[in-house]
């Protein structure tokens, strides 16, 4: 396989003298794409030749057919991600691998061609590399990648494409939630609808995972509320996953989450923080976890590439509301996660369990 010639490999650049081109306000990002990166990556699949070696061009418009898998079938899986940069000066990018591992076992569930890991990664960090203008200053925010695989070709009977496209975009991104990072979220327990069902796609991040949580999320927002908790299909007792994170119940020092039965998505940041928690003295237990055990909880929190750890204020079910913090204070617990995670993912704090990848 041709490999991309990429940046990667560059001298390092200046942190000064690397944002210099971009004209963003750092102090006011939010998530979305006001600050979208100039450059793109985009690789092709197409059953004689494989996947291509990928190219990086300018953020721009993708052409595809209105007969495209993907706009008829929704044969389609995205990553996040996100590049910091750190205290030694240098940009990092969070355990790539996993998102690429991830990315491939998707690609599996949803019949599409897999990206071989090591193209994943090396995708990532050339788009990394040519985008470094639009990675924020330490503490300000990050550079949110989005990989997408999409069956672009063109189909009319259900099957899968003829052709793929491997494409990752990117933004200069802050906080998730509105309010900002460290204020706690109010969280609303759904029990008409569900996101997933045992033997469904639940624990894909698949794009149709996505919409079907707006209906919902809309309602609660408009209800003041951040967003909802989905139950379990089977029993409607079980905590799955928040619509764009998942979600952690803490009691003492013990710490549970649900476990990785199929409907949930096996998060990164999920990982990530069960294995530092384990690190810090707490018992993390990886099982089913009531929405009673949530009710009764001293701290619930939740975590996401996107959310990295956000505290949950307050969980409302059945027109109950437990409140967790004092108004506008995150809680203990999260604080404590989102710091010891975030002083890993910026080279603040030694990086002992190697999940920082220097670009
Ligand atoms: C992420 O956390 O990066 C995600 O992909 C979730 C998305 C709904 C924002």
Known sequence: RARLHTVASAAPVVAGQRRAKANIDWDSLGFGLKDVAGTMYVAEWTPEKGWDAGKLVPYGPMSVMPSAQVLNYGQAIFEGMKAQ???????????PDQNAARF????????MPAVPE?????????????????????????????????GTGPILGLGPAPSYTFTIFAAAVGAYFKGGQLTPIDLIVEERFHRAAPGGMGGTKAA???????????????????????????TDTYLEEVS????????????????????????????SIIELARSRGYTVLEEPTTVHDAMDADEV????????????GSMTYRGNRKQYTAPGQAGKVALEMYGALTDIQTEKADDKFGWVVPI
């Not at 491939?104 to 019949?111: D, L, N």
């Not at 990532?124 to 695989?149: C, E, H």
Request: charged fraction near 20%; glycine fraction near 10%; hydrophobic fraction near 40%.
């Open 104 to 111: 491939k076992a998707g690609a599996a569930r949803m019949s």
């Open 244 to 271: 764009s994170c998942n979600i952690f119940v803490v009691k003492g020092k013990t710490i549970k989450t649900p476990p990785l039965s199929g409907t949930i998505l096996p998060g990164v940041t999920r990982r």
């Open 118 to 150: 090591d193209q994943f990664v090396e995708a990532v960090k050339s788009t990394i590399a040519s985008n470094l203008d639009y990675v924020p200053p330490m503490g300000k925010g990050s550079l949110y990648l989005r990989p997408l695989l999409l």
């Open 301 to 312: 929190f939740t975590t996401g590439t996107a959310v990295v750890v956000s505290s949950v």
């Open 208 to 234: 149709g995972n996505y919409s079907p949580v707006l209906v919902t999320q809309l309602e609660a927002k408009k209800n003041g509320f951040a967003d909802v908790v989905y139950l379990d299909a089977k």
């Open 85 to 95: 940069e750190g205290a030694k000066g240098r940009v990092v990018c969070f355990r």
